[in-house]
């Protein structure tokens, strides 16, 4: 009996070792320092406004931004918890007609509300994932465009909000050099939350609660993790990320409009992005924005606004995905070739 109880003990105390190695070789495999040093870079780069005209540099960079804090957000539902949501803009809107008339009646920029806009996503994501998460797979994808298409209708119908032809806001009194830095920051402080709370998340007993869901609900289920609160409770996270989004993004444009908000493809963007970089992984959504933003710029640059260059990215995308059928960062992370600086996770 005492010799029992010596091997158990020898063993745990092995396991513990073993565990101790991992985490010492995990932590080594990461480049913390680069995250940061790309926060510092991004921080300083309307810097060049200085010695010239770089507004749509910014402008480019505000909207990659604008996707990572979107995409990151996405992420935690359809990365981590696995459901595939294509209606994940109707929170966009939300958060964008919320703070944008908020911001048109009171005067209240939409930087200072959107924390609260994306409280009101947030609790909207909670109701909406209460219904729409009794179901799974492509009865949850259906639902969740079904979803875009009752709120569009909604919003072109809803007088008060200025129906299909929406709510113009005032431009900010800066000078147009600078008219857009009060959008770049928030975007950038808010993609820079997002990626933190996603890796808090991915490390912490409610994401892993997740993860075990993606990779089998019922066996989750049988563990004793209340799935029905966790998808809940994820799909309120999420939409909270998307509502900030769309809450800034409203005043940046200066309108209001269902046609800005509840078009299909900027939840298309959402998941194609974290496909692309690696969905349930933390720098795979801001990889996957950066990209698409840099593949959809050059085609239009190249081949023009039309039918060409949206082609011409999907095959790109198509390409991608045949040989990093993982994401880029989920496949060099299986094959054990990812760079430590996209090593976030």
């Known amino acids: 009996m005492m010799s029992n109880i010596g091997e158990t003990s020898d063993i745990l105390a092995q396991r513990k070792t073993y565990n101790a190695g991992l985490s010492q070789v995990s932590?080594?495999?990461?480049?913390?320092?680069?995250?940061?040093?790309?926060?510092?870079?991004?921080?300083?780069?309307?810097?060049?406004?200085?010695?010239?005209?770089?507004?749509?540099?910014?402008?480019?960079?505000?909207?990659?931004?604008?996707?990572?804090?979107?995409?990151?957000?996405?992420?935690?539902?359809?990365?981590?918890?696995?459901?595939?949501s294509l209606g994940h803009n109707v929170f966009f809107a939300v958060g964008?007609?919320?703070?944008?008339?908020?911001?048109?009646?009171?005067?209240?920029?939409?930087?200072?509300?959107?924390p609260i806009a994306g409280l009101v996503a947030a609790a909207l994501g909670y109701l909406i994932g209460l219904i729409t998460l009794r179901v799974r797979g492509p009865?949850?994808?259906?639902?969740?465009?079904a979803l875009v298409m009752i709120f569009r209708i909604a919003f072109e119908n809803w007088h008060f909000v200025g129906g299909a032809a929406g709510?113009?806001?005032q431009?900010?009194?800066?000078?147009?050099?600078?008219?857009?830095?009060?959008?770049?920051?928030?975007?950038?402080?808010?993609?820079?939350f997002a990626l933190w709370a996603s890796y808090r998340i991915r490390h912490s007993k409610f994401g892993l609660g997740l993860r075990a869901i993606s990779k089998d609900e019922v066996k989750a289920e049988s563990a004793g993790i209340d799935t029905r609160f966790y998808k809940v409770l994820a799909c309120a996270i999420s939409a909270f990320f998307v509502g900030m989004a769309g809450a800034v993004w409203g005043e940046y444009l200066t309108y209001i409009r269902p046609n800005i908000f509840l078009v299909i493809l900027i939840s298309v963007?959402?998941?194609?992005?974290?496909?692309?970089?690696?969905?349930?992984?933390?720098?795979?959504?801001?990889?996957g924005a950066v990209l698409i933003v840099a593949f959809n710029e050059f085609f239009v640059a190249t081949?023009?606004?039309s039918a060409v260059n949206i082609m011409a990215t999907g095959v790109i995308m198509a390409v991608a995905l045949m040989f990093f059928p993982n994401g880029i960062i989920g496949t060099l992370a299986k094959h054990r070739k990812l760079p430590r600086i996209l090593n976030w996770d």
Do not use: E
């Not at 431009?171 to 820079?192: E, G, S, T």
């Open 27 to 84: 932590d080594k495999s990461r480049a913390t320092w680069f995250p940061l040093l790309l926060l510092a870079l991004l921080t300083a780069l309307p810097a060049l406004q200085l010695v010239g005209n770089y507004n749509y540099l910014i402008h480019l960079v505000l909207y990659t931004l604008c996707y990572v804090v979107m995409a990151s957000g996405w992420n935690i539902l359809g990365g981590y918890a696995g459901y595939i």
């Open 96 to 114: 964008g007609y919320f703070a944008g008339m908020v911001f048109a009646r009171l005067g209240i920029s939409t930087i200072i509300i959107a």
């Open 139 to 145: 009865s949850f994808i259906i639902s969740s465009l």
């Open 167 to 169: 709510v113009s806001l």
């Open 171 to 192: 431009a900010n009194d800066m000078d147009v050099q600078w008219a857009k830095l009060p959008y770049y920051y928030a975007f950038l402080a808010m993609a820079a």
């Open 269 to 287: 963007n959402m998941v194609l992005m974290c496909i692309l970089g690696g969905k349930g992984t933390v720098a795979g959504p801001a990889l």
């Open 303 to 305: 081949l023009g606004a």
